[in-house]
Structures are given as structure tokens and as C-alpha cells.
């Protein structure tokens, strides 16, 4: 009997014997497709640790406007997610349809950004940031998402750019 549950324990697959993985972090906000701008940085965090934001809006170049919504999420070990959800300002901030980032051609908008919700105290509503958006073209998939913001949001300072961003910045 020893030997029997010692073989059964033996053949449990090892996901079984790891420690479980947190809840899904979506950042749940509407969405809405054929948005002139949009963005995700990869898939919502299932592990311990990690960060993933997503978004989307309008802009206006000939009038220099813009609207939106972007959240972040953010996750470290023990502790609960922080979040974060962004209201785009009404003014554009800059827009390129020829911009070069990661020594690729593309479309690059820059839009102001405003707490509106926060799981994050130190990260109160109403600090404003910056969010540049950058969407290669051509062929190529470079694509960029950065987070600037003051020292009070530090933690959500954040530049993804990896083959799991995508992009788009086509303005209305």
C-alpha cells in the first residue's frame, strides 16, 4: 500500500505539485474595434509577476485632439495587483506618419494621459502622464508602447516592446 501511494504521488504531473497561478490581471475596460489608435502589450498576467496594458481611442491631427482609455496592471510577488486606468487628454500631445523608432520606419503618437481609477496608493487619480505609442510599418513588427510618468507613479513607468506588442496608430 506504501509502495502504491508512493508510485501515484511519482506520476501527479509537476503543475500539480507547483504552487497554483494567480487570477488573470485583464485590466477590464470596454472595447471598442476600428479604433484609430490601439494597443496591448501581450497576454493578461497569469504568473506571480509581470505587467500588461492595453488601450484605445481616436485622434485628430488636423485638430490636434484626441480622446481615449488605457489601463495598466501591474504584479509582484504577495502583494495584491496594482492598477491603473488612463483617460487620454483632449489635446493631442504629437503624431509622426514618419517616425523612426528601433531603426524601423512607422506611425508614432504621443498622447497625455490622467489617473482616473487606481488600485495603486501611490499612484493617485488625477497624476498626469505620457503614453507614446509607436506602430512600425513596411512589414516589419517593432512595435512600442512607453509609460511616462512622475515620480509618484514611478512603478508604472513601463516601455514594452517585444514581438507580443502590437499596435496600431492610423489617425481618424
Known sequence: MVVATALAALALPLSSLAAPSR????????????????FHTGQPITGATGSYAHGH???????????GIM???????????????????????????????????????????KVRK???PSCPVGTAGQVTIFASYNGVHQDSVQ????????SHRHLYHSPSVVTNVEPS
Do not use: E
Open 118 to 120: 487606481s488600485t495603486d
Open 23 to 38: 487570477r488573470p490581471a485583464y485590466c477590464t475596460i470596454a472595447t471598442v474595434n476600428d479604433s484609430p489608435w490601439g
Open 71 to 113: 489601463c495598466q496592471v501591474n504584479r509582484a510577488r504577495n502583494t495584491p495587483d496594482r492598477q491603473i486606468i488612463l483617460a487620454v487628454d483632449h489635446r493631442l500631445v504629437y503624431y509622426s506618419h514618419t517616425a523612426k523608432m528601433w531603426g524601423v520606419p512607422g506611425n508614432l503618437v504621443k498622447l497625455g494621459v
Open 57 to 67: 481611442g481616436n485622434f485628430k491631427p488636423s485638430s490636434h485632439t484626441a480622446s
Open 147 to 154: 509609460f511616462s510618468f512622475p515620480a509618484a507613479c514611478k
